[in-house]
Antibody
Framework: EVQLLESGGGLVQPGGSLRLSCAAS????????MSWVRQAPGKGLEWVSA????????YFADSVKGRFIISRDSSKNTVYLQMNSLRAEDTAVYYC?????????????WGQGTLVTVSS | EIVMTQSPATLSVSPGERATLSCRAS??????LAWYQQKPGQAPRLLIY???TRATGIPARFSGSGSGTEFTLTVSSLQSEDFAVYFC?????????FGQGTKVEI
């Protein structure tokens, strides 16, 4: 059974940093691309970032480019999202999801999400 | 960037009735279109991919159609567990983009 478990969310002040983790199980992690998708309170879904299965290619939405870093650790079957220079508009539930082997594909599996609140 | 527009924003339907949700892309996405269902406090769940293929375990009352720029999700006979928010998602062009959602309410 595929499982994605996010952690690391919380309350952070504007300008601060936070690192989210997503632990994966139930599939061959190294073969699968991973993405982060966020949802602001009461709003729709916004794709944030993606990383290829090898980790050699990374992608970011314009809204987070230059502030967020995505990485993965195959020894821990975990993908990370390092969020820097956080703004109020980054407040959202952050989901990790996998589109499978391809970076651009439907999201078959989602984690339960972790809430990030940016506020003073 | 492709913009995905869903209509209506809210759809009021009675149990047992048919629900028809629309999704329009600002440019062609071929058939690289997925639909998700989201209930309060839960993650989205994949319903349809490739515009018309049901994901594993999805009941036959859910069907998808369309290609290019116009897509439809139909729920043939709404059950109580189908009242939720539905999102479309294009994965043909980069970056991936979601519609703003349609809430299906009683």
């Amino acid at each position: 059974e595929v499982q994605l478990l996010e952690s690391g969310g919380g309350l952070v002040q504007p300008g601060g940093s936070l690192r989210l983790s997503c632990a994966a199980s139930g599939f061959t992690f190294n073969n699968y691309a991973m993405s982060w998708v966020r949802q602001a309170p009461g709003k729709g879904l916004e794709w944030v970032s993606a990383i290829s299965g090898s980790g050699g290619s990374t992608y970011f939405a314009d809204s987070v480019k230059g502030r967020f870093i995505i990485s993965r650790d195959s020894s821990k079957n975990t993908v990370y999202l390092q969020m820097n220079s956080l703004r109020a508009e980054d407040t959202a539930v952050y989901y990790c999801a996998t589109p499978g082997v391809l970076v651009a594909a439907r999201f078959d599996y989602w984690g339960q999400g972790t809430l990030v609140t940016v506020s003073s | 960037e492709i913009v995905m527009t869903q209509s209506p924003a809210t759809l009021s339907v009675s149990p047992g009735e048919r629900a028809t949700l629309s999704c329009r892309a600002s440019q062609s996405v071929g058939d690289n279109l997925a639909w998700y269902q989201q209930k309060p406090g839960q993650a989205p769940r994949l319903l349809i991919y490739g515009a018309s293929t049901r994901a594993t375990g999805i009941p036959a009352r859910f069907s998808g159609s369309g290609s290019g720029t116009e897509f439809t999700l139909t729920v043939s006979s709404l059950q109580s567990e189908d009242f939720a928010v539905y999102f479309c998602h294009q994965y043909n062009n980069w970056p991936p983009a979601f519609g703003q959602g349609t809430k299906v309410e009683i």
